[in-house]
């Protein structure tokens, strides 16, 4: 079956920087969207961002922009999320996930997307 396998969490002071990755298995990776989600202790899952098919688009929550940056590589399977100038709020585990379509404007929604990681842990300290 489809396997989405997040890296890269760890334990970073503020302002740090971190990368994230998701190696796709069993999936024609170039054919989905890759996503980014996070979920905050006590708190509903919130989108971080997407990119399109081959990465000519990326879309980005309001509170990130500016700081995070998604890539991706189609011939290695992987998509990453560039994390700089990280904060205390920015604490959550972080998930990829790959959507066949989202449209232009449903991209933050879960329910768009068919596959989930099981997520990788970033902790930022103050």
């Known amino acids: 079956q489809v396997q989405l396998v997040e890296s890269g969490g760890g334990l970073v002071q503020a302002g740090g920087s971190l990368r994230l990755s998701c190696v796709a298995s069993?999936?024609?990776?170039?054919?989905?969207?890759m996503g980014w989600f996070r979920q905050a202790p006590g708190k509903e899952r919130e989108a971080v961002g997407r990119?399109?098919?081959?990465?000519?688009?990326?879309n980005y929550a309001d509170s990130v922009r500016g700081r995070f940056t998604i890539s991706r590589d189609n011939a290695k399977n992987t998509v990453y999320l560039q994390m700089n100038s990280l904060k205390p709020e920015d604490t959550a585990v972080y998930y990829c996930?790959?959507?066949?379509?989202?449209?232009?404007?449903?991209?933050?929604?879960?329910?768009?997307?068919?596959?989930w990681g099981q997520g990788t842990q970033v902790t930022v300290s103050s």
């Open positions: 996930a790959a959507a066949k379509y989202t449209g232009p404007y449903g991209w933050s929604s879960s329910t768009f997307y068919d596959y």
């Open positions: 069993r999936l024609s990776f170039s054919t989905y969207i």
């Open positions: 990119i399109t098919y081959s990465g000519g688009t990326t």
